[in-house]
């Protein structure tokens, strides 16, 4: 071996020497420094976006550096963020059925930009300074009864929420999402109609019917569900001599009045009520035989004798 060479390597174990006396190498670092001396050649040059295929090749240094960035960013969304910030394109061919699926949506999307987005250009740009919608609407997560499809609201009109069984918390339970949504189309978007649409076939008003009056679960469906017990109990009492099927219909149309009266226990929405800057619907959904009953609940505060409540404007769209 040349002398040169014996010096440089003579020096590099004198330096990984006495380095190790203050803390261990990993075999990385030792790599970089055997580099640095030239007894190593360079480490290959991968692109940022390379495949996985290429990372299997890499050193076990490099490759314990890539799973903790994975273990970091599973309990740092951040980590997440940073990797969508440095994306640059998809090295990897999607394959199989969920490859089918995400192409119908990206054909669904293409559609969407060219007959809606580039059409109404105008249109997005003002919504990209703000928003203005009249309507603030409460609907279930069920994948039929989409209100957008329904009632064909245009981007823009319509402030939504969606949960399991259209449900309104009152306003004293735990703060949910409803809740904060209702916050802020009430107070910030400053709409003006509340819309709170059931469904036929709800299978969240199937799990609430089925319910023990006394039974406890650690179901997040049950749990939640549970909100609209008051229906549930009106609903025994008012239909308990029908059949299940019919009991479950009565009480997806009580639990939408329900959460109309839940929503008066919210005090920022009672006021403007009262003021008659806030109006609040029901919509019942039957999608067996597409039709659509609409109805306005009526609240005045302080009204002597009788209730303060009524149903007024009621419509059946057939």
């Known amino acids: 071996m040349p002398r ?3 010096l440089r390597l003579a020096a590099a174990s004198t330096r990984a020497s006495s380095a190790s006396a203050a803390r261990r190498l990993c075999p990385s670092e030792e790599h970089a420094a ?3 001396d030239g007894l190593l050649p360079p480490p290959p040059h991968w692109p940022e976006t390379d495949t996985d295929e290429r990372r299997l090749h890499r050193d076990g240094g490099e490759h314990r550096r890539e799973l903790s960035s994975i273990t970091m960013a599973s309990r740092d969304h951040s980590g997440l963020t940073r990797q969508l910030l440095d994306f640059q394109h998809d090295t990897v061919d999607e394959v199989g059925a969920e490859h089918d699926q995400f192409m119908e949506l990206k054909a669904r999307f293409m559609d969407f930009k060219h007959r809606n987005y580039v059409e109404n250009f105008t249109n997005y740009q003002s919504l990209a300074q703000q928003q203005t919608p009249k309507f603030m609407v409460v609907a279930c997560a069920d994948s039929r009864v989409c209100p957008t499809a329904v009632l064909g609201f245009q981007p823009g009109e319509a402030f939504t929420v969606r949960n399991v069984a259209n449900l309104v918390p009152p306003y004293e339970h735990a703060g949910s999402e409803t809740s904060a949504a209702l916050e802020f189309a009430v107070n910030t978007l400053q709409v003006e109609n ?3 649409v059931g469904h036929s076939r709800c299978g969240g008003i199937q799990a609430l019917m089925s319910m023990k009056d006394d039974s406890t679960s650690g179901s997040f469906i049950k ?3 549970s909100i609209g017990k008051s229906a549930r109990l009106s609903t025994k009492a008012a239909a308990g001599n029908l059949s299940f099927e019919m009991q479950c219909t009565h009480c997806e149309k009580e639990s939408i009045n329900s959460s109309l009266l ?3 226990t919210y005090p920022w929405i009672e006021k403007r009520v009262n ?6 619907h029901g919509g019942y959904y039957n999608f067996i035989d ?3 009953e609409k109805w306005t609940l009526l609240y005045r505060e302080g009204l002597e004798g009788g209730s303060k409540y009524a149903i007024k404007n009621r419509s ?3």
């Open 275 to 280: 003021e008659g800057t806030l109006n609040l």
């Open 223 to 225: 749990n939640w569900v």
């Open 194 to 196: 509340v819309l709170v």
């Open 262 to 264: 839940n929503l008066l």
């Open 34 to 36: 055997a580099r640095e």
């Open 290 to 292: 597409c039709t659509f």
């Open 4 to 6: 040169t060479a014996l």
């Open 316 to 318: 059946t769209w057939s």
